[in-house]
């Protein structure tokens, strides 16, 4: 076979360092732009972003030539330089780790939906709670010892 066909659909959670509300209701909408431009010429597709004031999510279609951890290193370096730029009066930092869960096809809808009401969702739950939740449903175990780095 002479083309490599690949779907491989990640949702992506990741937070600001130490949970900061750096993400605030104006500046929120310009970071889902940059990453979307990032991810773009990373060749990433970024189906859906959005977040709150602490974390954002992204459903992405990861191509074979990239892994998630380099794809990860490059959002989060490229973002966060660009973000201090931006705003110079703001200490900027993405946390270091962050949740990528693989998402059949057939639940990208639920996700995408999921992923667009995170303002309603975070008004009953919070970003830990939401985090446990994800980790559980995907077969892994919470280390709270590591949640803040």
Not at 6 to 15: A, D, N
Not at 116 to 140: C, I, M, Y
Request: with cysteine; charged share 30%.
């Amino acid at each position: 076979m002479a083309h490599t066909y690949t779907r491989q659909l990640l949702h992506i959670v990741f937070s600001t360092k130490d949970r900061r509300p750096h993400l605030t209701p104006d500046r929120r909408p310009r970071m889902l732009g940059y990453l979307r431009t990032v991810s773009e010429d990373l060749g990433v597709t970024l189906l859906r972003s959005n977040g709150v004031e602490d974390h954002v999510h992204l459903l992405i279609d990861l191509p074979a030539s990239l892994s998630t951890a380099e794809f990860m290193q490059k959002l989060k370096a490229n973002s966060s330089r660009w973000f201090r730029k931006q705003f110079t009066a703001v200490d900027f930092h993405w946390q270091r780790g962050y949740g990528a869960f693989s998402v059949r096809e057939s639940k990208a809808a639920d996700v995408c939906g999921y992923i667009d009401r995170q303002e309603q969702h975070h008004k009953k739950s919070s970003f830990e709670n939401e985090l446990r939740k994800l980790v559980a449903s995907h077969g892994l175990e919470f280390d709270e010892r590591t949640f803040l780095e």
